[in-house]
């Protein structure tokens, strides 16, 4: 088991973000690593995500996970509980990750060992979708309790996703969570994003999810990286 | 039906929000009216709560309502819809309530024709929890599907809160939420929390919650309010 490091992170209010963000993304691409934002509300399943990923990948995909968390270390344990590379950024009170943050990850990772860094976000559907983390591709999760109305609520997380899981299908037949109406309207936020269906839990559609990824992260290694 | 009244807020930087809240809070409690603030992630259920308080609530309060959110009025709609007055205040990419923006709500209520005011905060476990809304009770929502970890990752919110109400316990049989470990969890953060388990949709123990709320209601129209 690998152990989790833990950073303190601070937000440096005096930097340009979008300026160290497209710096991480250079970076990152040059060393041919493929680096991917995850978001979604609290409990939607991001770290469950992430053990799955974990199991699905295949072809020697080398993994290493940012986790950010307000105030603990549960889901950074639950990663290097699989043999992967853990860092913990505690955000101590923030609601978002900055790209200033995502660096001393990223530095404390050393990412040249990597094909796949996965930042996991603090959970939260507002405040991470305003600032960009230097990441190559944003994946958001929705999952079916929170009901098919959030792109209306929260329009911008849907607006800058590349990837959309919708998570905890295995609730539809408790739910009257509406998929066609939930496409419809986040294919209006964004016509480019793609919709993945998937359960975390029985593992249902992990497998297209999987495919994605894989060929992502294959771009990136052959320095064909779409961003 | 009523009219939903749209008002674009903004934050005032310069202000000293917990003065502000602290004169929100005392003006209500002298016209006997009780603010209350509720939180929660996205979809956790704070609308279907507000809707079912419109249903349980008895002995004629004056209820009125205001709504916070990014970019939607589709929670004030739901709420009018039952003849509710309901305010909503946008925030345009905001990501909480502070004390000013509540006050615009108050003002165009005409906040002395209510026995009380609900606010439904923006849906997000982090920040609501740092800014005082002027409310004075603070009621937030953790819905099963979420996880019973939720305490650890979002401590802050637990320990502000004057009762904890976990929804959709009819997702109970799919999950492997640990009511037990929850209450143990929430507890340790904030001893005197009270912790009410609801299903919104199938209506269990909502009557437990509309007791509590009808007891602090009275406590105010008596001028005995405890806050």
């Known amino acids: 088991m690998e152990d989790v490091r833990l950073i303190e992170v601070k ?17 990152l691409r040059d060393e041919k690593t493929l680096l991917l934002n995850l ?3 609290p409990g939607s399943g991001k770290t469950s995500l ?22 603990s270390t549960v889901d950074a344990q639950k990663v290097a509980a699989r043999g992967i590379t853990a860092i913990q950024l505690r955000t101590g009170g923030f609601c978002h990750l900055d790209a200033t943050m995502v660096t001393q990850g990223i530095d404390a990772l050393a990412a040249n060992d990597f094909d796949l860094i996965i930042i996991e976000n603090v959970g939260n559907l ?13 994946v958001m999760i929705l999952s079916v309790p929170e009901g098919d109305d959030k792109p209306l609520k929260y329009p911008l997380m849907f607006t800058i996703c590349d990837v959309l899981l919708v998570n905890k299908i295995d609730y539809l037949s408790l ?14 936020l964004n016509p480019h994003i793609k919709i993945i269906e998937v359960s975390c ?12 990824l894989q060929k992502e992260v294959e771009a990136f290694r052959l320095g064909q990286g779409s961003k």
């Open 201 to 212: 839990k029985t593992g249902e559609g992990v497998e297209d999810w999987i495919a994605w």
């Open 50 to 71: 992430i053990l799955r990923t974990v199991e699905g990948l295949k072809g020697g995909v080398r993994l290493g996970v940012i986790e950010a968390d307000i105030d």
């Open 39 to 41: 978001m979604s509300s």
């Open 175 to 188: 739910s009257d969570f509406d998929l066609a109406a939930l496409r419809k309207r986040v294919l209006t």
């Open 126 to 138: 507002v405040c991470p979708a305003e600032f960009d983390t230097g990441a190559h591709k944003n």
């Open 11 to 27: 937000e440096e209010i005096m930097a340009d973000n979008n300026q160290v963000a497209a710096g991480v993304r250079k970076r």
